[in-house]
Nanobody, 124 residues
Framework: QVQLVESGGGLVQAGGSLRLSCAASLRAFSTYNMGWFRRAPGKEREFVAAISRLGITTNYADSVKGRFTISRDNAKNSVYLQMNSLKPEDTAIYYC?????????????????WGQGTQVTVSS
């Protein structure tokens, strides 16, 4: 049974940092592109960041470029999202997801497996 389990969310003041982790029980983890998405209250789910199978290529939403960094450790079947200079508008539930797509996808439709999410709240 495939499981993606996020951790590291919490409450932080604006300007602060958080590091999200996602542990995956995926066989052949290194064959999956991994992504982070978020859903703010009353809004649609949106793409945050993605990383290719070997960590060579990354993509970011414009809203987080320069502030967030996605990384992965294939030996630990894990993907991370370092979030710096957090803003109140970053408040959302953050989800990690896995995709077997050939290209590095930014659309949630291309991701097959999803975690349950972790809440990030940024106070002003």
């Amino acid at each position: 049974q495939v499981q993606l389990v996020e951790s590291g969310g919490g409450l932080v003041q604006a300007g602060g940092s958080l590091r999200l982790s996602c542990a995956a029980s995926l066989r052949a983890f290194s064959t999956y592109n991994m992504g982070w998405f978020r859903r703010a209250p009353g809004k649609e789910r949106e793409f945050v960041a993605a990383i290719s199978r070997l960590g060579i290529t990354t993509n970011y939403a414009d809203s987080v470029k320069g502030r967030f960094t996605i990384s992965r450790d294939n030996a630990k079947n894990s993907v991370y999202l370092q979030m710096n200079s957090l803003k109140p508008e970053d408040t959302a539930i953050y989800y990690c997801a896995a995709s077997s797509s050939v290209v590095l996808p930014m659309s949630g439709d291309e991701y097959s497996y999803w975690g349950q999410g972790t809440q990030v709240t940024v106070s002003s």
